[in-house]
């Protein structure tokens, strides 16, 4: 049996020890998590926001 987990994070890994207050606590965090792990980098604009500020205009 295998299952599935989709993290997301709006920081780059290289920001993760500021979240963690410890460098070497965000590296062995990133480092388990990535083991075995496809990575997708998304750039664009946030579909949540873009509703969001639509809504914000029509008021």
């Known amino acids: ?3 599935a987990t989709c993290l997301t994070s709006n920081y780059n890994f290289n920001e993760w020890g500021e979240i963690f207050s410890d460098q ?4 062995a965090i990133i480092d388990r998590l990535v083991h075995h792990a496809r ?6 604009t946030s579909y949540r926001l873009k509703g969001k500020l639509k809504a914000a205009n029509d008021h």
């Open 1 to 3: 049996m295998s299952s």
């Open 24 to 27: 070497v606590v965000a590296a």
């Open 39 to 44: 990575i997708f980098y998304i750039n664009g």
